[in-house]
DNA sequence: AACAGGGGCAACCGCTTGCCG
DNA sequence: TCGGCAAGCGGTTGCCCCTGT
């Protein structure tokens, strides 16, 4: 059968044998590939532009890193696909030396059971049905007044005195206890203020300190934001010019899962609609408290799941206050130059805020995850759409 | 040792997008 | 503006290998 570009000709279809890689890599590494069409025929093979493409792009490049899915490219794929999705090329960017193709079939291969056996919804990431059942049965209410399903994760050290049995287990004790108890510090919160509809939004940072810093608004497209790779959680969490918090995510970066949820801190309750928040968002809130329940961190380590839990509200209610909410809409571009775009605005203090405390914690001997601005921009327009396409979401905040 | 089943991975298919005449 | 072509991308398929029986 064959491609449509190569179906007059005679092709070979099939596994590729090593002449012909040969013979790619010769002709690729010395003219290049200005058009693959033309490829097979000067390099002498019996093959279709398109197969030589993929060939040279899955398998042959020079700079592809083969091997095994490391601990922290795992972690940056499962928290990228909870922002872009099944965008596998989108992913596998964040990801130097690998392909579309290879996080695509590490996904489908081993991570999406991996959340599975987790309770979570590869998906979505959220609490399959299962779990969120058993969730609101072992749940209970925290002073400040919102449900916290309790329960231990296996790194949290056994200091919870009520905790029910976990449904499904998330950390890894090993890996608990590779990380010096110094090194780690308390997840990171995002904040993300969400403008009205029509309105644009620009990125700002919160560090540990619950200060205000600017480095992700500053840093350029593509910039990553570093991981010190001793992992430890980020929360994510949205308000709206009202200062609602709608909407929490957490990604445990230290155990290499996450799951996103949201709750409501609005006294009414409601949501507010004009934001564009998704409902899907509203509908797992105490799927969030659970899965802070689960962030225990050796920073912290010895808390209870339910006084982790506590731990982190807190630093959001402090990193919320700190959020300024500027007094008028102001559209801002977020592709190309967003970046700087958005300090600028920032500084002038005009716009609404769309607030993403990207701070980094940990250790020293950094790696970087890809956590870069086009993400953060991606993640924005997903979270006001919900579910949809968080470009397209993008562009209908722009 | 032989076979079946499952997992992982490479490759293919078809749709979409972007470019150019 | 439109059509053709090439490239990009995500979903799917099929083969190979490993493991359990």
Redesign the pocket.
Known sequence: ???H?CSKQKV?????SPEEDEKLVRYITEHG?????SVPKHAGLQ?C???C???W???LRPDLKRG?FSEQEERTIIDVHRILG?????IAKHLPGRT???V???W???IK?KLIAQGLDPKTHNLLPASKTLLHGGGVTNPSGKGIAQFQSNAGGGAAGTATTPPFTISSPAKAFEVAPSAAMPPTLYEVVVPNPGAGGMLMAHDHNHQAVTAAAMAPAGYPYTDHGNGGGVLMSFRDQNAVVHAAASMDFMNGSSSSSSMDQHAGGGMANGNGFSASMAAFMDEEAAMWATAVEPGIGGLAGMEVAQHHQQQQLLVQEAAVVGPRPTTLMMNGGAATAGATAMVNKSVDMVDVSSAVYGGVGATATAFDLDLMVDSCGMFCGGAGNAMEQLQWDC
């Open positions: 059968m064959g491609h570009c070979k279809r099939g596994l590729w590939h200005s058009c693959w069409s093959r532009g398109k197969s493409r993929l060939r792009i899955n398998y095994t099944n965008r596998w090329a989108q579309d193709n290879e695509k079939n590490f489908n291969s081993c059971k």
